[in-house]
Each structure stands twice: as structure tokens, then as C-alpha cells.
């Protein structure tokens, strides 16, 4: 199969390698121009709970008119990054191919949308990978627990077991669902609860816990997402939000969510597909978020610095 993903940073090169690995023609596309220069030059190398590998099979370039048409292409940026790499892709996919898009937060699809047809888009979560660039062409991850994907509009087609067989046999733990939208919506209340709760008082996901103000502030705004999932009608797999993510914080008690380590690096977050997404969808609904209300602005004003900064 030949593959492109854009969007090659910490998850996208692990998606790269793995499948290239598994003897797949993969292309990456990265606007980065330093890690598309070594992963040329001396192969994409990938480390940590996959094992230690060098892909020198991995062609990588900053131009995707390079690439041409493609069966699969993986859409691996950031959230807000999505649209522009959606309308970039346009020559490579192929009248047969497949999107599969794999983002934190709400409104992957929506932004695809803005820029084609959605008819052939899969979306997908990734869930305990700890993933991180260590220097052009080098990624590293800490684990690597399941990538969950599905048809945008629902059920289990044979298309998505075909897309599902590839990166299991590239060695992935992926999964087929019936209802994406679902699993979407079960991390998303996740990373509402760590995201910006843990980035406005820089602690890690147990320190957050283990702090009662804080950690009441962080319940507070994961119930105004539930409230919305709930008068959206949103299925969930549990009657207990509180259990559930305080089961999921848990088991990563160390973890600094990636929102914090974007504010740590001075790089804008993907608060707007995250906390920020809740005020909108409340204010739709006639639901009131002063929790999100206050974290979003709080974030706002810090990334509004780090903008100014790069300018
Ligand atoms: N890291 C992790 O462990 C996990 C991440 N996720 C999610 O996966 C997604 C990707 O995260 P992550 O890999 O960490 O992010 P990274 O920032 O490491 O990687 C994204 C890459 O996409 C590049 N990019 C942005 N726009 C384009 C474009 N139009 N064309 C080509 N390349 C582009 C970026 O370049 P530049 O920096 O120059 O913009 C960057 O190199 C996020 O939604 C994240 O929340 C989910 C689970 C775990
Ligand atoms: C740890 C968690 C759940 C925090 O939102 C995450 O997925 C992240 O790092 O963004």
C-alpha cells in the first residue's frame, strides 16, 4: 500500500516508521525541514516501548506534490493543523483512498470537511503513547497502548478492517468501532479534565490530583462537557464521569497531558479543539462553562504571549 502521512512530528514518524517497516510504500510530509532533511539522509529512527529502529525506507519531503497519489493518507498534525493539511492533501488521495485523521480534541472531521468530501475520512484516537521529538528524524515514545478508529458516519465496514489489518500488522494494537464518535468523546472529557486544569497550575495529572482545589476545578469543567455530551446525546460507555476519569488520571499519575509541555516549549496548545471547544458548545446550548470559561482565557492570554514572542 503506499501511505502518506502529514503531519510527521512525535506520532506521525511513529506511525511512519512502523508502517514502513511492515513493507508499505510510506511517504512523510512535515513542514519541519530539518527533520525531512535527516530522515533522508540518515533514516527515521524511532524509539522507546516499539523497540529502537532506524526506517531508512521512509521518504520524507516538505512538498506533497513529491508524493503523488496515494491508498492511504494519515493526517497526523496537530488539531488546529488539520484543515490546511486536509486541503494540502487533495492530490494524493486517490479516487479509492482512505483519510484516516488521528487527533486530540473535538472537530477533526468538521475541519476536513471545510476543504473536501468526507465520504472516505476514518477517524481515529491514539490513547498512552507519551510521545515526543527527540531531535530531527529521532521520535521517541513511552508506551503505546491502542490506536481506536472508525467511519466518520458510523459502523463497521469492510474498508475500516481493511485500514484496521494494516496497522495491526504493522505491529499496532488498533481497533475497529461501530460509534468513533463515542471514544472521541470518552477522551475528550479526559483531556478536559487534565489539559488545561494541569497547564494553568503546571502540575503533572497525579499532583493535579492530589490537590484538592485543584482538582475540583478540573472535575468542574470535565461535568460541563459532560452536561454537553449528555443534551447532545452522546452514547457513553459509563453512568460515572468522575470514576472514569479519575480511573484514567490514575494510571499515568507522572504524565504531563501535551498541553502543558507546548506552554513548557512556548508553543501555542490545542486548547480551542479542547477546553476552548466547551464555552462554544455551551453557549449552542444554552449550558454555562464558567469552569472552561476561565481556563480557556487564562490559556489564551499565555499563548497570546508566546505568539508575540515568534513574531
Ligand atoms: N504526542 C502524543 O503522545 C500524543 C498525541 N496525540 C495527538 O496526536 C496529534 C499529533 O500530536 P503530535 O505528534 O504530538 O504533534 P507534533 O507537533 O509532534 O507533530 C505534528 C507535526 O505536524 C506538522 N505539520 C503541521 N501542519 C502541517 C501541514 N499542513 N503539513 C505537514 N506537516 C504539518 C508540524 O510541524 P510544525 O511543528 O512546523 O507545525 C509537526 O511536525 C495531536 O492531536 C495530539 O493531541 C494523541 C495521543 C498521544
Ligand atoms: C494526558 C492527557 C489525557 C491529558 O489531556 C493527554 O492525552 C495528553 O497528553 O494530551
Not at 184 to 212: Q, R, Y
Not at 278 to 289: C, K, N, Q
Amino acid at each position: 500500500m503506499k501511505i502518506a502521512v502529514i503531519g510527521a512530528g512525535a506520532m506521525g514518524s511513529i506511525y511512519a516508521a512502523l508502517l514502513a517497516d511492515a513493507g508499505h510504500e510510506v511517504w512523510a510530509v512535515d513542514t519541519w525541514g530539518a527533520h525531512v532533511d535527516a530522515i533522508n539522509a540518515k533514516g527515521l529512527r524511532v524509539e522507546g516501548a516499539s523497540g529502537d529502529r532506524t526506517v531508512t525506507s521512509v521518504r520524507a519531503t516538505t512538498n506533497i506534490a513529491d508524493v503523488g497519489v496515494c491508498d492511504l493518507c494519515i493526517l497526523a498534525t496537530k488539531a488546529s493543523g488539520v484543515g490546511t493539511a486536509a486541503q494540502a492533501a487533495a492530490p494524493v488521495i486517490g479516487p479509492d483512498a482512505m483519510v484516516l485523521t488521528i487527533q486530540n480534541g473535538l472537530g477533526a472531521g468538521e475541519r476536513i470537511a471545510q476543504h473536501m468530501p468526507t465520504d472516505n475520512v476514518l477517524l481515529g484516537v491514539a490513547d498512552g503513547f507519551g510521545a515526543s521529538m527527540k531531535s530531527p528524524g529521532h521520535a521517541h515514545h513511552n508506551s503505546m497502548k491502542l490506536i481506536r478508529i472508525g467511519e466518520m458516519g458510523g459502523g463497521v465496514t469492510d474498508r475500516l478492517k481493511r485500514v484496521e489489518a494494516v496497522w495491526q500488522e504493522a505491529g499496532f494494537n488498533a481497533k475497529a468501532f461501530e460509534n468513533i464518535t463515542q471514544l472521541i468523546w470518552e477522551k475528550f472529557l479526559c483531556n478536559v479534565t487534565f489539559s488545561a486544569p494541569c497547564t494553568t497550575f503546571n502540575v503533572k495529572v497525579g499532583e493535579l490530583m492530589d490537590h484538592p482545589d485543584q482538582w475540583q476545578i478540573a472535575i468542574g469543567a470535565m461535568l460541563e462537557a459532560y452536561t454537553i455530551a449528555q443534551a447532545k446525546g452522546v452514547p457513553l460507555s459509563f453512568d460515572d464521569p468522575v470514576a472514569y476519569v479519575t480511573a484514567f488520571g490514575a494510571g499515568m499519575p507522572k504524565a504531563r497531558p501535551s498541553m502543558l509541555l507546548d506552554h513548557m516549549a512556548g508553543r501555542v496548545s490545542e486548547l480551542d479543539a479542547i477546553n476552548g471547544i466547551v464555552p462554544i458548545m455551551g453557549r449552542e446550548l444554552a449550558i454555562s462553562t464558567p469552569y472552561n470559561n476561565t481556563l480557556t482565557a487564562i490559556l489564551r492570554q499565555r499563548e497570546a504571549a508566546f505568539e508575540k514572542k515568534t513574531l
